[in-house]
């Protein structure tokens, strides 16, 4: 069994408050969850309105195929717009 974990490090630089960063943020997550069946969590910078970091998780038989997964969570997210990827990591346990 593989565990893989993602962490996004994300800049919402257009937020005025923090509910401003958490509708885009709930809308990421729901996204994610239902596109890539990874679980998803906001997970550092809460009290931050312009910078979040959220990690995923997925479980495999194989390290392969959940560094890919992992790997097209960043790019989705990447590319979606609403919120500006600064960096991301992945780790393999």
């Not at 969590?41 to 195929?65: H, K």
């Amino acid at each position: 069994m593989v565990i893989g974990v993602l962490e996004l490090k994300l800049s919402v630089p257009w937020s005025n408050s923090l509910k401003d960063k958490r509708m885009v943020l709930q809308s990421a997550k729901e996204c994610i969850r239902n596109r890539f069946n990874v679980s998803v969590a906001e997970v550092g910078a809460q009290d931050d309105q312009r910078t979040a970091i959220i990690g995923a998780a997925v479980i495999s038989s194989d390290r392969a195929q959940a560094h890919r997964v992992l790997e097209s969570v960043a790019k989705y997210v990447a590319q979606r717009g609403d919120a500006t990827l600064l960096d991301y990591g992945i780790e393999m346990l």
